[in-house]
């Protein structure tokens, strides 16, 4: 079956930076767009980043938009989630996502990784 694999997270002081990597198998994976989205203990899921499957149009949450870039890599099946200057507020379990549509809800995407938390300490 479908399989994505997120792995970069961790433990990061305010302002550092990690880099998110979603490996995709059994996936036609340049047929599908990407979501990023995250779940802080006790919040909702939100909707990080997303990008086309050509990876010519991103889309980012206004928290993260400057901060955050999401890119992909279709020869690797592969995306990925560059988080710079990271705050205690992005703290969360980041999931990545691949859905038919281009889009920031997450109920338009089918398949899911199982998550990577990442913690940014004050």
């Known amino acids: 079956q479908v399989q994505l694999v997120e792995s970069g997270g961790g433990l990061v002081q305010a302002g550092g930076s990690l880099r998110l990597s979603c490996a995709a198998s059994r996936l036609a994976f340049s047929n599908y767009a990407m979501g990023w989205f995250r779940q802080a203990p006790g919040e909702e899921r939100e909707f990080v980043a997303a990008i086309r499957w050509s990876g010519g149009i991103t889309n980012y949450a206004d928290s993260v938009n400057g901060r955050f870039t999401i890119s992909r890599d279709n020869a690797k099946n592969t995306a990925y989630l560059q988080m710079n200057d990271l705050k205690p507020r992005d703290t969360a379990v980041y999931y990545c996502?691949?859905?038919?549509?281009?889009?920031?809800?997450?109920?338009?995407?089918?398949?899911w990784g199982q998550g990577t938390q990442v913690t940014v300490s004050s």
């Open positions: 996502a691949a859905g038919p549509e281009y889009s920031s809800d997450y109920g338009s995407y089918i398949y």
